[in-house]
């Protein structure tokens, strides 16, 4: 049933958005002369000065019930986004000691080790450095870790929300470490943040000379606390982890020191009872996020099915989609432009016949690399690695148009 | 003629890559790196001076680790310090300092840079070898009174230190390198 222009009106009024009581009272006066038709034209509501979302729309990230809230994730609602960005506000969220409360004017980022010129950034400087803007996912190697143990994430934000996709604005490392003098016999570079475990990564020259950046901008603003106010390393297409947040050194060295969360946390056990160290790239993972587990389609017709594909190792080149549970495979539209290491978003046209059907996604990035099943990845590695999880996802949809996990 | 002209070349561009193009920030002095610089290197580069041993770990033990970590380091609240040699090829692997950590100066390290959880920085260099020590002595690593400082700490050979291989992805599909096949 359509809701009269009075009650939208009054929808709105009890979310607290209208808190002018002229306006109010303007409104309800014409609504009681002519409550089911459309009135003429209203002035909105007035301008503001940092923008809101409509209260009619929801979609959060997931904060767990967490014993120390300080340590823990939240995930992205990837089946509420749209296109190949996530609003800043969205961006998962995964620390290890809290959001440490930093002051921009007292931040700096100090360069040392092996370096002929240790130098001090402050924030102000790095801004004044040539600058790049790039758009590139971040994504928790432990993202979809669960399905290691127990296939079947129930929807798309528990099962793929810890990765996200920005545009991010700040200096290369390579221009910061030749402006200190870059000695020629190094090999790696500690990052270390200014949270309260003041979390570090040993992460390889190599990699960072070629496309790291050092950032200060997400999606156009500041990065936000979360995120890694007022900086962070961004490292494309690295888990999660090594783009360290809060940055406030880069120290040159020659070998890695086995930070705790490179050796203890962050690596991969196999069946043998070795473990795999500094698996950095994010390997290509897809996911349809439309229809997905938990939603309900709405009736047979016309849907058209949505969804996100990435890779750490390059661009997305194919995105193939089954809608027969894997028996056959076609080449989904891909939305340009497709980026290197950022989320692609695919589609395909489906008219869905009412009966159930079980729909899958597999993403081959730009090297050839093709998304693997469950079992490939259980024969490669065992199920006890609990990282870096890639497994082809599929959801069942039941005659009656609900969307389970497979 | 040629090799002088490329010597005088290399040498241009060598200088060229050695000074600083926009010369921003400002260098860097020693109290600003002694500031924030506590890494320690697998070969114990870093490790500051103190010294503390199983035994005298046990008091400061109870009184900060021991609430989140358990009485006797087996976990509680937080994880499991202390057990799992020998199961990490088992179904039911448990990753502990004693049964997954490779190097003993990742433990000091991390005490020292984050523990206690909710006030890092609040024990002294000597309190943190002890606490390192005696967590060490649980998992059968070093004894009662052996004193870890900067000298033996990194001298201490974990159990597992060769339990760690290189990546060899991609180990899937079409792209899989060979040695990554099984």
Same mark, same amino acid.
């Given at each position: 049933?359509?809701?009269?222009?009075?009650?939208?009106?009054?929808?709105?009024?009890?979310?607290?958005?209208?808190?002018?009581?002229?306006?109010?009272?303007?409104?309800?006066?014409?609504?009681?002369?002519?409550?089911?038709?459309?009135?003429?034209?209203?002035?909105?509501?007035?301008?503001?000065?940092?923008?809101?979302?409509?209260?009619?729309?929801?979609?959060?990230?997931?904060?767990?019930?967490?014993?120390?809230?300080?340590?823990?994730?939240?995930?992205?609602?990837?089946?509420?986004?749209?296109?190949?960005?996530?609003?800043?506000?969205?961006?998962?969220?995964?620390?290890?000691?809290?959001?440490?409360?930093?002051?921009?004017?007292?931040?700096?980022?100090?360069?040392?080790?092996?370096?002929?010129?240790?130098?001090?950034?402050?924030?102000?400087?790095?801004?004044?450095?040539?600058?790049?803007?790039?758009?590139?996912?971040?994504?928790?190697?432990?993202?979809?870790?669960?399905?290691?143990?127990?296939?079947?994430?129930?929807?798309?934000?528990?099962?793929?929300?810890?990765?996200?996709?920005?545009?991010?604005?700040?200096?290369?490392?390579?221009?910061?470490?030749?402006?200190?003098?870059?000695?020629?016999?190094?090999?790696?570079?500690?990052?270390?943040?200014?949270?309260?475990?003041?979390?570090?990564?040993?992460?390889?020259?190599?990699?960072?000379?070629?496309?790291?950046?050092?950032?200060?901008?997400?999606?156009?603003?500041?990065?936000?606390?979360?995120?890694?106010?007022?900086?962070?390393?961004?490292?494309?297409?690295?888990?999660?982890?090594?783009?360290?947040?809060?940055?406030?050194?880069?120290?040159?060295?020659?070998?890695?020191?086995?930070?705790?969360?490179?050796?203890?946390?962050?690596?991969?056990?196999?069946?043998?009872?070795?473990?795999?160290?500094?698996?950095?790239?994010?390997?290509?993972?897809?996911?349809?996020?439309?229809?997905?587990?938990?939603?309900?389609?709405?009736?047979?017709?016309?849907?058209?099915?949505?969804?996100?594909?990435?890779?750490?190792?390059?661009?997305?080149?194919?995105?193939?989609?089954?809608?027969?549970?894997?028996?056959?495979?076609?080449?989904?539209?891909?939305?340009?432009?497709?980026?290197?290491?950022?989320?692609?978003?695919?589609?395909?046209?489906?008219?869905?016949?009412?009966?159930?059907?079980?729909?899958?996604?597999?993403?081959?990035?730009?090297?050839?690399?093709?998304?693997?099943?469950?079992?490939?990845?259980?024969?490669?590695?065992?199920?006890?690695?609990?990282?870096?999880?890639?497994?082809?996802?599929?959801?069942?949809?039941?005659?009656?148009?609900?969307?389970?996990?497979? | 003629?040629?090799?002088?002209?490329?010597?005088?070349?290399?040498?241009?561009?060598?200088?060229?890559?050695?000074?600083?193009?926009? /010369?921003?920030?400002?260098?860097?002095?020693?109290?600003?790196?002694?500031?924030?610089?506590?890494?320690?290197?697998?070969?114990?580069?870093?490790?500051?001076?103190?010294?503390g041993s199983a035994s005298e770990g046990r008091a400061i033990y109870e009184?900060r680790c021991a609430?989140?970590h358990?009485p006797d380091g087996?976990? /509680?609240?937080?994880?499991?310090l202390v057990?799992?040699?020998?199961?990490?090829?088992?179904? /039911?692997?448990?990753?502990?300092v004693g049964?997954?950590?490779?190097?003993?100066?990742?433990l000091f390290?991390?005490i020292?840079?984050?523990?206690?959880?909710?006030?890092?920085?609040?024990?002294?260099?000597?309190q943190e070898y002890a606490v390192a020590a005696l967590i060490l002595h649980w998992n059968?690593i070093i004894g009662e009174h052996d004193v870890m400082?900067?000298?033996?700490?990194?001298?201490?050979?974990?159990?597992?230190?060769?339990?760690?291989?290189?990546?060899?992805?991609?180990?899937?599909?079409?792209?899989?390198?060979?040695?990554?096949?099984?």
């Amino acid at each position: 049933m359509r809701s009269t222009w009075k009650q939208r009106l009054a929808a709105i009024d009890r979310r607290g958005f209208l808190a002018t009581a002229g306006l109010s009272a303007a409104c309800s006066q014409k609504g009681e002369q002519a409550a089911d038709e459309e009135p003429p034209s209203q002035l909105g509501a007035q301008v503001s000065a940092y923008g809101e979302r409509s209260p009619y729309e929801t979609a959060k990230r997931l904060v767990p019930d967490l014993k120390r809230p300080q340590i823990g994730s939240t995930t992205t609602p990837l089946a509420d986004t749209e296109g190949i960005l996530t609003p800043s506000s969205l961006h998962f969220e995964r620390h290890h000691a809290g959001v440490p409360p930093i002051d921009p004017a007292r931040h700096t980022l100090l360069i040392h080790g092996m370096v002929d010129r240790p130098t001090v950034f402050t924030l102000d400087e790095l801004k004044r450095l040539p600058s790049v803007s790039r758009i590139h996912f971040i994504e928790c190697s432990g993202n979809s870790g669960r399905e290691w143990k127990a296939p079947g994430a129930g929807d798309v934000q528990r099962g793929f929300g810890l990765a996200s996709c920005s545009e991010w604005t700040g200096v290369p490392v390579s221009l910061l470490l030749e402006e200190a003098g870059l000695r020629r016999d190094a090999k790696w570079v500690l990052a270390e943040g200014a949270d309260a475990c003041k979390l570090f990564r040993s992460l390889p020259l190599d990699k960072l000379l070629r496309d790291a950046l050092v950032v200060y901008a997400q999606n156009g603003e500041a990065i936000r606390p979360s995120q890694g106010y007022p900086l962070r390393l961004l490292v494309p297409g690295f888990e999660g982890n090594t783009n360290v947040k809060w940055l406030r050194q880069l120290k040159v060295v020659d070998e890695p020191y086995m930070a705790k969360d490179e050796t203890s946390k962050y690596t991969d056990l196999m069946p043998d009872g070795k473990a795999r160290i500094f698996t950095f790239v994010m390997d290509a993972k897809s996911v349809i996020t439309h229809p997905s587990g938990g939603r309900k389609l709405s009736g047979p017709g016309f849907h058209e099915i949505r969804g996100l594909a990435w890779s750490g190792r390059g661009r997305i080149e194919t995105v193939e989609v089954s809608t027969d549970g894997g028996k056959r495979w076609k080449a989904s539209m891909l939305q340009e432009p497709r980026l290197p290491m950022a989320f692609t978003r695919f589609r395909m046209a489906w008219e869905w016949d009412g009966q159930p059907v079980e729909l899958m996604s597999r993403a081959i990035d730009e090297t050839g690399y093709a998304q693997p099943s469950r079992e490939d990845l259980a024969a490669a590695r065992g199920l006890q690695s609990s990282y870096h999880y890639t497994g082809i996802k599929a959801w069942r949809i039941t005659a009656s148009g609900e969307v389970h996990s497979v | 003629m040629c090799r002088t002209l490329l010597c005088a070349l290399l040498l241009t561009a060598i200088a060229a890559a050695q000074s600083p193009k926009y /010369k921003l920030g400002r260098p860097a002095t020693p109290a600003d790196t002694s500031a924030v610089d506590s890494f320690v290197s697998p070969g114990g580069k870093g490790l500051p001076p103190g010294r503390g041993s199983a035994s005298e770990g046990r008091a400061i033990y109870e009184r900060r680790c021991a609430r989140c970590h358990g009485p006797d380091g087996k976990g /509680k609240e937080e994880a499991a310090l202390v057990g799992g040699q020998g199961t990490l090829a088992t179904p /039911k692997p448990l990753k502990t300092v004693g049964s997954y950590w490779p190097y003993a100066t990742t433990l000091f390290d991390y005490i020292h840079r984050a523990m206690p959880f909710d006030n890092p920085g609040l024990l002294t260099r000597d309190q943190e070898y002890a606490v390192a020590a005696l967590i060490l002595h649980w998992n059968g690593i070093i004894g009662e009174h052996d004193v870890m400082d900067a000298a033996t700490l990194a001298k201490v050979k974990m159990p597992n230190r060769d339990g760690f291989t290189a990546d060899p992805r991609p180990d899937t599909g079409p792209t899989a390198r060979k040695e990554a096949r099984k």
